[in-house]
């Protein structure tokens, strides 16, 4: 009323304010089907604590390019590192943008579909997985994979997934071992020479070869609290 906008302007400002709002929530729906649990940003990433980490490339695969080129992304490294941070920051860019995004843990994605299995809807799930735009599997390597009896193995199942996306979505992987044990570690080294040819061989790679921030967090905490002084009891005198 004070600065009397014409009509053109007062209905801009209303429905600006409305689509703002909309889209707003459309991302938050977005980033809470994503399984995101947690967001990261690439502006909290410590660059300097990895110095050898190409920025520049980083910020350029943030512009999710990959994604629309149906590439995939392999990060490699020791924990800590910031590989999962990335790719987290990577999936709420996404959802920003407006690409579906599902994001899992390497253990808790296979959990869920030997589950499958045992309830009937394995080609249900698998489905579902292999549904977005862009898929984030963290942590290869990290957790112990279940096997019961005839079970397809780790492998068996990641295969199978894998192959559904091959040159049709983007798979992003961080992985905490080198991809030469993956074999050990999915249960089925010839499967996994099949998963690597599909996705490791021909994705953007990226070797995280630095220490683990975590640590250095601990560290530092650790040496605050030994720096504290400690208060002396006063003795009674009698």
Not at 97 to 114: E, I, N, S, T, W
Request: glycine share 6%; proline share 3%.
């Amino acid at each position: 009323m004070r600065e009397r906008p014409g009509p053109t302007a007062l209905l801009d400002h209303i429905l600006g304010a409305e689509v703002a709002s909309k889209l707003e929530r459309r991302i938050e729906r977005r980033v809470r089907n994503s399984g995101l649990l947690e967001s990261k940003s690439l502006e909290a990433f410590e660059w300097n604590f990895q110095p050898s980490l190409d920025k520049a490339l980083v910020m350029e695969l943030a512009r999710l390019d990959f994604v629309r080129r149906r590439e995939d992304l392999v990060i490699t490294g020791k924990s800590g590192t910031g590989k999962s941070h990335l790719l987290k920051a990577f999936g709420l860019r996404a959802c920003e943008q407006g690409v579906r995004v599902k994001y899992a843990r390497c253990v808790d994605l296979l959990d869920d579909l030997h589950a499958a299995l045992a309830d009937g809807t394995y080609a249900k799930r698998l489905k579902a997985w292999a549904r977005p735009e862009l898929l984030i599997i963290d942590d290869v390597g990290l957790g112990q994979l279940k096997k019961q009896g005839d079970e397809p193995t780790a492998a068996h199942t990641l295969y199978n997934l894998i192959d559904r996306r091959h040159t049709r979505a983007s798979t992003a992987v961080t992985s905490n071992i080198k991809l030469s044990d993956w074999g050990r570690y999915l249960g089925d080294t010839t499967l996994t020479a099949a998963i690597l040819d599909r996705l490791a061989m021909n994705a953007i790679r990226i070797d995280i070869d630095g220490p683990s921030y975590r640590q250095h967090v601990a560290q530092e905490r650790a040496s605050r609290q030994m720096r504290k002084p400690t208060k002396r009891k006063r003795s009674k005198t009698a």
